[in-house]
């Protein structure tokens, strides 16, 4: 069955997270956003997919992802990259305790996110029904925008003169 694709400006998604182990003294291990689900489970998050207690995936929880109609160029960009993707950042509540900051679908936005200190983010495969809404979002809000380089204006030489030489008599007259 198609999900119906009507231009919503949001779809929630359900975020799925993998606890690795690592070798080193000062983490055991880390949580990676490693996929999304195009429709949010009704587990709860924390739920383990599978693995073991050390090592495995998880069920992290809902977001809903938001889109904006001045962002349709960005989301082109993205559809059309060959790989598209959703940016997923997690935020450390405690230890080994994490929780879904925020999904967007915005490239630029997930790669300044990505620059940022404390959250760990990915881009995780975007599924073809996500594909799909946010195409049916582009398709309805797009507005192309031509590009116009603006030109700076001539500076006035003579004006230039005329407020340099004000302040120099300003200046002498209040020093006198």
Do not use: C
């Not at 949001?10 to 690795?20: D, I, M, S």
């Not at 160029?73 to 993205?78: G, L, T, V």
């Not at 997930?110 to 599924?127: D, K, L, N, R, T």
């Amino acid at each position: 069955m198609m999900p119906d694709l009507k231009p919503d400006n949001h779809f929630e998604v359900g975020v799925v997270v993998e606890k690795r182990r690592l070798k080193g003294p000062w983490a055991t291990h880390a949580w990676l956003p490693v996929a999304v689900l195009p429709a949010a489970p009704a587990a709860p998050p924390g739920t383990r997919l599978s693995g073991t207690e050390d090592e495995g995936t998880y069920y992290a929880g809902a977001y809903d992802v938001h889109l904006h109609p001045a962002e349709t160029a960005h989301y082109r960009d993205n559809l059309v990259s060959g790989r598209p993707s959703l940016w997923v950042a997690l935020r450390k509540l405690g230890e080994g305790e994490y929780e879904v900051a925020t999904v967007t679908a915005d490239p630029y936005e997930g790669e300044s996110m990505a620059e940022g200190i404390g959250e760990v983010v990915e881009a995780v495969p975007m599924p073809p029904d996500l594909q799909a809404r946010l195409l049916a979002f582009f398709e309805a809000h797009h507005v192309e925008r031509v590009f116009e380089k603006r030109k700076r204006d001539r500076a006035d030489p003579e004006a230039l003169a005329r407020q340099a030489g004000g302040s120099e008599t300003g200046r002498k007259g209040r020093r006198e």
